[in-house]
């Protein structure tokens, strides 16, 4: 493993559903009843429980269950300088349910400053413990993949070259101030790799006017430009996201069509992959894994529903899994998060835990 590796066997993704009394704040905070202190206060006493609980149930790597944001990309990336977030008609469509209508646009230059979830990083880090605090962030690809061409202001940027040149430079200066912050642990998630994998999706790609092969390759290209020269210490992780929305979803297909550039030629540390249902595909992409070089977290339990994995169908899965990847290079977490956005999906605080616990136990017998 680099030294950057922190190889826990036993993961967590990022979001977890919202408490009520958070949920409560946030409407005040709307309402105009409480001040942004007030709210910033709840958050704070919400995100230090919450911290406590992961570490209670034995893990060893710790988020802030994303509680300060409303979606796990949009407030993320509103905060970029030259993206404008702005209502839109209709939201987006999952299987039978649509999101809150909203969406962002490109309008200036792109870069990275003052960006408020540095702070939101240090408080994670000051509550952490021993535990290693992990920072979420959308992966760049997600700015443009939703929008395209047509969300990006050509008087800003006429041609597209100038666009990913500097979506990587805004990354790498994302990255770096992260670092600067403490963060040693950095996720990036990513729902496009999946959405290259879907034949309908596809479709609909070449439908505005796109090339999803070129995609796939633009999209390593500003990835390995993003992290470019990071530091040694510093673990990123690609999380793979089929779409994760109030228990529903977006793509299906395996990774086979993105396997070869994704695994093959994208240098991050660990990439996090849904392989929770038969929509995922077979374990065979794999095979383009780097030997010794990357983890492979396996999102063998479900956070769309509560009922819990039986632990011997998850060990054989991770067994199955060996065939393409050294059981050293493997971890286990959920295939996604809890709460992609505030909603949730469809399952109790308690059955949250009981999975996280289950990843941690079934980790601890097979490592």
């Not at 530091?231 to 779409?243: A, F, K, N, Q």
């Not at 983890?295 to 769309?304: A, R, S």
């Amino acid at each position: 493993m680099s030294k950057a590796s922190h190889a826990f066997h036993a993961d967590v993704v990022g979001s977890l559903l919202r408490p009520a009394a958070l949920k409560t704040a946030r409407q005040q905070f709307q309402n105009g009843e409480i001040d942004a202190a007030q709210l910033r206060a709840v958050e704070n006493e919400q995100i230090r429980h919450i911290v406590g609980k992961q570490q209670e149930i034995g893990l060893q790597v710790v988020t802030d269950g994303e509680f300060r944001r409303a979606w796990w990309h949009f407030d993320f990336l509103e905060g970029l300088d030259g993206v404008e977030g702005y209502d839109v008609e209709q939201g987006i469509q999952f299987n039978g349910v649509q999101t809150k209508a909203r969406s962002i646009k490109v309008t200036g230059k792109l870069g990275f400053s003052n960006h408020p979830m540095l702070e939101d990083f240090r408080f994670l880090k000051s509550v952490a413990g021993d535990a290693v605090p992990k920072m979420t962030i959308p992966s760049p690809s997600v700015l443009h993949f939703r929008g395209g061409r047509k969300a990006i202001d050509p008087l800003v940027y006429p041609d597209l070259d100038s666009y990913f040149d500097d979506l990587a430079q805004t990354y790498r200066d994302a990255i770096k101030a992260f670092y600067d912050a403490g963060c040693r642990y950095l996720q990036l998630d990513d729902t496009v790799w999946a959405y290259l994998c879907s034949d309908d999706q596809k479709r609909q790609i070449r439908e505005r006017g796109e090339d999803p092969e070129q995609l796939a390759r633009t999209y390593a290209e500003v990835l390995n430009k993003a992290i470019a020269g990071k530091p040694e210490d510093l673990t990123i992780g690609l999380h793979v996201c089929r779409g994760n929305f109030r228990s529903t979803w977006i793509s299906e297909g395996g990774y086979e069509p993105v396997a070869e550039i994704l695994f093959g030629q994208v240098n991050i540390d660990a990439f996090f992959l849904e392989y929770d249902n038969e929509r995922s595909g077979g374990f065979e992409p794999l095979r383009f894994i780097k030997p010794g070089k990357q983890q492979v977290v396996l999102g063998l339990i479900t956070t769309k529903t509560g009922e819990l994995e039986d632990p011997a169908v998850v060990q054989q899965r991770i067994k199955e899994a060996t065939q393409f990847v050294d059981i050293k290079q493997l971890c286990l977490s959920t295939q996604c998060g809890f709460a992609s956005t505030e909603e949730g999906n469809s399952l109790s605080e308690q059955q949250q835990w009981d999975k996280l616990r289950s990843v941690v136990n079934i980790a601890a017998s097979v490592w």
